[in-house]
């Protein structure tokens, strides 16, 4: 039996109806074995539920509240159904093919054709378009996401409608608070972001959320191409580069580094990295994005240059230090797809620059598997245990040194590292 079945039937045990809801139902109907669970319950008390079930907790207030579970191995969402009906539930849902449901009996409850709308590949809002963007505009951004995201065409009729509203009521969409455009903006840019960015500007709704991209249309960058084609050039390389290799959270902060590069440039198309930076930190922030990811964006976007040259082990390992592991290697990995996309450049000292990246990390990564996580063999109490000294610069100083010969190769184990601080200590 299907997994998603027996966890209803776990759930309608408790003597509580239970359906599928939300993106698991979307992806079922698309042949994908769904990660995790939406459920939706007739009106109970889900802290009564949770304890029926023996697992989850209940997060969240009143009518918000969600009952989040391990059930069966399966991470499961459970809340209660809104309105009198799943069918009320469901006609407050956006589109049609997030609009249905499964029963326990493996039977959709679809009344707004969304099976339909999947075979043909159509993302088509529920009831009056204009009604639904002009009660939430956000719904514009979700549906240019789906349809990036899903390859999916616009239903032509919500094309047209939503056309129409963007050109006739600009001060409605853009009196929206910019963390709800935010969330919408970073879930299109994490799987296809440069079909994503495409279909706003089609649409032309970017002035809205991104106007320091926008007018990147005016800047003149090599052969007639404009600023904002480069940018649109270099999401389209970071695009192929992520999906060609397994993905990762952080993985959004490269095509944000290529929506950002070029925000800072003067008329003249002279890059302004700094101010740049400062353009990405502010819409970061407006939006919400988790820190450390943003931390990561405004690195790229500021240090891009920096691979362009030929680099030392030294000097790698001192990135990798300043910056960390993780936002180094992306580093390397945008200034690669950003010369890609230039066409110019040569390429091959950030391929050499790449390599001598991966000596410093194997060397770090081998560190921290042979002592459980320290990259450096030794910690900082056992450094001032072998020289009998205090906490203070000194011992700073060794540490960033000893940090240094690990990733330089120069010490390869926790003895080496030993006789080394001994050394270090004997001649200081």
């Known amino acids: 039996m299907k997994i998603y079945l027996r966890v209803l039937e776990a759930i309608e045990a408790a003597g509580i109806r239970a359906w599928l809801v939300g993106d698991p139902v979307r992806e079922v109907a698309m042949g994908i074995q769904p990660m995790g669970?939406?459920?939706?319950?007739?009106?109970?008390?889900?802290?009564?539920?949770?304890t029926s079930l023996g697992a989850g907790t209940v997060e969240g207030e009143d009518a918000f509240q969600v009952l989040r579970a391990t059930i069966l191995g399966s991470r499961v969402d459970i809340s209660c159904i809104r309105g009198a009906s799943i069918e009320d539930d469901l006609a407050r849902r956006d589109f049609s093919m997030n609009a249905m449901a499964i029963r326990s009996d493996d039977v959709f409850v679809d009344p707004w054709g969304g099976r339909h709308d999947i075979r043909n590949g159509v993302v088509r809002?529920?009831?009056?378009?204009?009604?639904?963007?002009?009660?939430?505009?956000?719904?514009?951004?979700?549906?240019?996401?789906?349809?990036?995201?899903?390859?999916?065409?616009?239903?032509?009729?919500?094309?047209?409608?939503?056309r129409n509203f963007i050109q006739k009521t600009p001060?409605?969409?853009?009196?929206m608070p910019p963390e709800r455009w935010g969330r919408e903006v970073l879930n299109g840019m994490r799987r296809c972001p440069h079909d994503f960015i495409c279909l706003c500007d089609r649409y032309q709704i970017l002035p809205f959320f991104l106007n320091d991209v926008e007018r990147l249309k005016?800047?003149?960058?090599?052969?007639?191409?404009?600023?904002?084609?480069?940018?649109?050039?270099?999401?389209?390389v970071v695009q192929d580069f992520l999906n060609g290799r397994k993905r990762r959270p952080t993985d959004v902060a490269l095509p944000l580094a290529a929506l950002f590069h070029h925000a800072g440039a003067s008329l003249d198309g002279l890059p302004e990295t700094d101010r740049a930076a400062d353009i990405a930190t502010s819409c970061l922030k407006s939006w919400n994005l988790n820190s450390d990811i943003a931390n990561m964006v405004i690195a790229l976007v500021r240090n891009v240059s920096l691979?362009?040259?030929?680099?030392?082990?030294?000097?790698?390992?001192?990135?990798?230090?300043?910056?960390?592991?993780?936002?180094?290697?992306?580093?390397?990995?945008f200034a690669i797809c950003n010369i890609q996309a230039d066409r110019t450049g040569d390429v091959e000292v950030l391929i050499s620059n790449k390599w001598r990246l991966n000596?410093?990390?194997?060397?770090?990564?081998?560190?921290?598997?042979?002592?459980?996580?320290?990259?450096?063999?030794?910690?900082?109490?056992?450094?001032?245990?072998?020289?009998?000294?205090?906490?203070?610069?000194?011992?700073?100083?060794?540490?960033?040194?000893?940090?240094?010969?690990?990733?330089?190769?120069?010490?390869?184990?926790?003895?080496?590292?030993?006789?080394?601080?001994?050394?270090?200590?004997?001649?200081?």
């Not at 639904?132 to 505009?137: I, Y």
Request: glycine fraction near 6%; hydrophobic fraction near 40%.
């Open 307 to 333: 691979p362009y040259e030929p680099a030392t082990e030294e000097q790698i390992c001192r990135w990798v230090l300043k910056y960390g592991f993780e936002a180094v290697e992306m580093l390397v990995d």
């Open 171 to 175: 001060d409605r969409i853009r009196d």
């Open 125 to 162: 809002l529920t009831g009056d378009d204009i009604d639904l963007v002009q009660s939430d505009p956000i719904r514009i951004v979700r549906m240019l996401r789906f349809s990036a995201e899903l390859e999916m065409s616009i239903f032509w009729k919500s094309e047209m409608d939503v």
């Open 218 to 236: 005016e800047i003149v960058f090599r052969d007639g191409q404009s600023l904002f084609e480069h940018t649109r050039e270099t999401i389209r």
């Open 37 to 50: 669970l939406s459920v939706a319950v007739e009106r109970c008390d889900l802290e009564a539920l949770a």
């Open 359 to 428: 000596e410093v990390l194997r060397r770090f990564d081998d560190a921290r598997r042979r002592t459980e996580g320290n990259i450096r063999y030794l910690t900082g109490d056992e450094v001032m245990e072998l020289l009998d000294i205090r906490p203070g610069r000194v011992v700073g100083e060794i540490l960033n040194e000893l940090d240094m010969a690990v990733g330089t190769g120069i010490i390869c184990s926790r003895k080496e590292a030993t006789d080394w601080v001994v050394r270090r200590g004997a001649g200081k």
